[in-house]
């Protein structure tokens, strides 16, 4: 077990690169725009917004790679990606090899989102599978925090600090390059796809206890290559975790968490807090994100994922539900503050813990990347909506109807968590396989049963 939680860690270094790239570009942001004169519709379409579409990208053709060349060569793959966006960038010299760069680090963070859920779930435990996946999010989290204290302390120290904050990306990418070159391919995708038993039973020697434990597995995995046979994802076989990934990536965006993590200080401006207090606010968003993602990973595999879904969900309902009140009644700034925080506090808890590790999990295993591909995919491309379309949103609609929005779309999510999510804690890979296509092979049978009457 000690050496699949370290496995897990290094590869959920990986969610640190992506938390830190995406939040490293706020101390660049201002300081580019005035060196290169950018007018704001460039800015915001290449400079800002060239690393979400390469998410977008990334995330939609990331399960290629995975599934062809394997797990370790994607990851080592996405650290030279982050490696290269790094340097790229901080050397840019002018705005269109900078947007490159950061396009190039978008791919990275997309195809990062298939690659380590994919590969943790498929090398970790079923009770501990959970808190293992959900490393990678806490990682996020965390590369977030790191990414604004660092720009904090290089700001300053140069008249292009904004290269230096983006350089220091480097060292992690480095750390995570070398350590990720130590750990075993996947045994479930050396079965699969390379069908190497002997590789496959090497690597499974070393994370389970027995050898009886290890011919257990190979026999569970062995099995479940029957459903091989049907290599399409979008057929009806398959249509029940399709339709659960699609859903809770739906949901995670129409939440409208990246409208609150990207546009904070302008939501916190619009509550009546001048500038210093609306970034004091916004740097609190990142705290109590990390607090409530490490109480999320914690509980995952103790209490469940629905359990978590469903706090989430009504916390939620609750903190938009007043936060949109607070805007039409013109309530003090503070109440809007507090409860944007108990916000962040049910995404990390609920949502934050829970959407990578479901994704990864109801698939079968040949499918798994391509599975993480559509729901992730559906993610990316859900923020990438979400974030172009606000400022303009933000322009021409009240803050009481964005939040009461949100809000509304959160109790469609508690019907989905109360009447559609199944939980899959404690469960192998291959049994929660067996159980969704059972499930579509039941409604299939079914379906033709009434059609002959």
């Known amino acids: ?95 269109y090899i900078f947007s490159f760069f950061r396009l190039i680090g978008g791919l990275a963070v997309g195809a990062s989102s298939i690659a380590v859920p994919a590969y943790i779930s498929e090398i970790a435990p079923a009770k501990f599978r959970g808190r293992l996946v959900a490393l990678y999010q806490f990682q996020l989290v965390f ?45 479930r995708w050396l079965l699969l796809y390379r069908n190497s038993e002997g590789q496959a039973r090497q690597v499974l020697s070393k994370m389970l206890a027995s050898a009886e434990d290890v011919d257990k597995t190979i026999s569970e995995i062995k099995s479940s290559q029957r459903q091989a046979n049907d290599s399409a994802l979008f057929s009806k076989t398959h249509i029940m975790p399709l339709t659960l990934a699609f859903l809770i990536a739906f949901f995670n965006q129409a939440s409208g968490i990246n409208f609150i993590i990207y546009f904070a200080p302008r939501v916190f ?12 606010s916004s740097a609190g968003i990142g705290l109590t994100n990390l607090i409530f993602t490490m109480l999320g990973v914690y509980l995952i595999d103790r209490v469940g994922r629905r359990p978590l879904m469903l706090i989430g969900s009504v916390g939620y309902i ?29 995404h990390a808890v609920g949502q934050g813990a829970v959407i990578w590790v479901f994704i990864a999990e109801i698939f079968p295993n040949h499918l798994r990347a391509k599975g993480s591909s559509w729901g992730c995919g559906i993610h990316w491309i859900g923020a990438a909506i979400i974030t172009l379309c606000m400022p303009l949103v933000l322009s021409q609609v009240s803050a009481h109807h964005i939040f009461s929005f949100f809000c509304i779309m959160m109790i469609f999510q508690l019907f989905f968590v109360v009447f559609v999510m199944p939980e899959t804690k404690g469960k192998s890979l291959e049994a929660l396989s067996e159980k969704f296509d059972g499930v579509a092979d039941i409604a299939i049978e079914q379906g033709n049963t009434n059609a002959g009457h």
């Open 1 to 95: 077990m000690n050496k699949v939680f370290f496995w897990s860690i290094t590869v959920a270094v990986a969610g640190f690169l992506f938390g830190f790239d995406v939040a490293v570009i706020s101390g660049a942001d201002q300081p580019i725009q005035q060196l290169w004169q950018t007018s704001p519709l460039f800015h915001g379409l290449f400079i800002m917004s060239s690393a979400l579409w390469g998410t977008v990208i990334g995330a939609l053709l990331g399960n290629w790679p995975c599934d062809k060349w394997g797990r370790k060569p994607t990851l080592i793959a996405i650290g030279c990606l982050f490696l290269l966006s790094a340097i790229g960038s901080a050397l840019a010299p002018d705005p």
């Open 269 to 280: 401006e619009l509550a009546g807090l001048d500038t210093s207090a609306a970034l004091l």
């Open 318 to 346: 609750v903190s938009l539900a007043v936060v949109a009140y607070a805007f039409y009644a013109q309530l003090s700034g503070l109440v809007v503050v507090f409860f944007i925080f108990a916000f962040i506090a049910a």
């Open 143 to 187: 590369g977030i925090m790191v990414a604004f204290l660092s720009n904090y302390m290089l700001s300053g120290i140069s008249t292009e600090d904004w290269r230096w904050m983006l350089a220091i990306e480097t060292v992690p990418a480095l750390v995570f390059l070398l350590l990720v070159s130590k750990v075993p391919e996947s045994p």
